[in-house]
């Protein structure tokens, strides 16, 4: 189960401690727009003048937006019944110590590549425990496709979706580590050839982790030390929803090496 309350505060607040020298501030979310690559088959985006500079005094849009639209956030009902939705997940939740699993040459040669308990160890051999109270992401190179719609999907439709993800046992090893939430920067946190959703519907909603997909930029940070914001509305009923997330690095972490 993801880590108490307490637990979550004391990560956070030891991740800035070490911030001696200041931070810099790193986007993790794609705009999203008409051009937004999502799910196949989901309701397409769509913006309605409400009101017109020229009419009102003010401008103002209908905004119609499939709940999982371009970076958006999965909450636990996404998946699970009576799991917890967008308005009952806590600030101190959403305000977590991130890492970073780079698989990029495992994705450049397998698109449907995962994250496997044998990366996790090597990571951890490298850069130290992946402490309770975590959020995972991956960094897969995959964000660079994000303008070429079929490049990024593998497919048009539902069917031979390609794309990476995090695979079972991984998952697994993550919940049992006591983390908070995973995040890719592809579609969806399950590989593309995963229809099932199984990482989802097995292991990390119902054990209430929250996911974040189609991220950008994770490549700008560096394998651990930074700390990620992750602005979800409060929407009640939210199964998920495209949410602002942002990260704070430390200024004396240099240019990113994962080697």
Do not use: C, N, Q
């Given at each position: 189960?993801?880590?108490?309350?307490?637990?979550?505060i004391a990560a956070r607040d030891a991740a800035f401690a070490s911030f001696t020298q200041g931070f810099r501030l790193v986007d993790l979310s794609a705009a999203l727009g008409p051009d937004s690559v999502i799910w196949p088959g989901a309701p397409a985006l769509s913006f309605t003048d409400a009101v017109s500079h020229e009419g009102g005094g003010?401008?103002?849009r209908v905004v119609t937006t499939f709940e999982h639209a371009g970076t958006h956030f999965d909450a636990p009902e996404h998946f699970v019944p009576g799991g917890a939705d967008t308005a009952g997940i806590g600030i101190d939740?959403?305000?977590v110590p991130a890492?970073?699993?780079?698989?990029?040459d495992k994705a450049a040669a397998d698109p449907n590549a995962?994250?496997?308990v044998d990366d996790l160890e090597a990571f951890e051999a490298a850069?130290?425990?992946?402490r309770p109270g975590t959020a995972v992401l991956i960094?897969?190179?995959?964000?660079?496709?994000?303008?070429?719609?079929?490049?990024?999907?593998?497919?048009?439709?539902?069917?031979?979706?390609?794309?990476?993800?995090?695979?079972?046992?991984?998952a697994?090893?993550?919940?049992?580590?006591?983390?908070?939430?995973?995040?890719?920067?592809t579609l969806g946190i399950d590989p593309g050839d995963r229809p099932d959703f199984p990482v989802h519907r097995e292991v990390t909603h119902p054990a209430g982790l929250w996911h974040l997909e189609n991220l950008v930029n994770v490549d700008r940070l560096p394998a651990s030390g930074a700390v990620i914001a992750v602005g979800v509305p409060r929407i009640v009923g939210g199964t998920g929803f495209p949410t602002r997330v942002f990260a704070f690095v430390p200024k004396d972490s240099g240019s990113v090496s994962r080697d």
């Open positions: 189960m993801p880590a108490s309350v307490d637990t979550l003010y401008h103002a939740e959403l305000v890492v970073v699993i780079d698989i990029r995962v994250v496997e850069h130290g425990p992946i960094d897969s190179g995959w964000a660079a496709r994000s303008t070429d719609a079929l490049a990024y999907t593998g497919s048009e439709t539902t069917e031979d979706l390609r794309f990476p993800g995090f695979g079972l046992d991984a697994r090893a993550l919940v049992e580590k006591g983390v908070v939430g995973l995040g890719v920067d």
